[in-house]
């Protein structure tokens, strides 16, 4: 994948982050990322393909790094959620700059489940995460 995708903005700019990757997945590889929460399961099926070749993460981490954008800002527009800057020690605990807080307050780390999805497999579902998320809007949030 062309562009760079290994470093994450900030909270306030993760959103064009996110938009930029869609535009060059999309392009590129026809991917209908649409910000729907269905869209979740073709993370899923992305990440699985990318694991088939069983590559070292290193090589794949950028792709995975804007994967996981992509499912936080679904759940950023589909459940009240919002991009935060964790703390220090946020970022020790959930090993990522950024991740999304939730209505409730509850933070969540959707970059570390893409993370999660690849190394671990089928056993670690984003589209399952999105569905098991305490703390949603009780109306979808469509920005």
């Not at 760079?4 to 999309?26: C, E, H």
């Not at 954008?69 to 935060?84: D, L």
């Not at 780390?109 to 579902?125: M, T, Y």
């Amino acid at each position: 994948m062309d562009g760079d995708f290994r470093t994450l903005p900030g909270a306030r700019n993760v959103r064009a982050y996110v938009t930029q990757f869609v535009a060059r997945v999309t392009e590129r590889n026809r991917l209908p990322l649409d910000y729907s929460v269905a869209s979740l399961r073709l993370v899923d099926l992305v990440v699985d393909g990318l694991r088939r070749d069983q590559p070292e993460r290193s090589r794949v981490e950028p792709f995975l790094c804007g994967l996981g954008a992509y499912t936080g800002e679904v759940i950023v527009r589909r459940a009240g959620a919002q991009w935060v800057d964790f703390d220090a020690e946020q970022r020790a605990f959930f090993g990522q700059p950024v991740g999304i807080r939730m209505p409730d307050g509850r933070a969540w780390n959707p970059l570390g489940k893409v993370v999660n999805r690849f190394e671990a497999g089928s056993e670690e579902s984003v589209q399952h995460f999105y569905l098991m998320l305490h703390g949603r809007a009780g109306r979808q949030v469509l920005l």
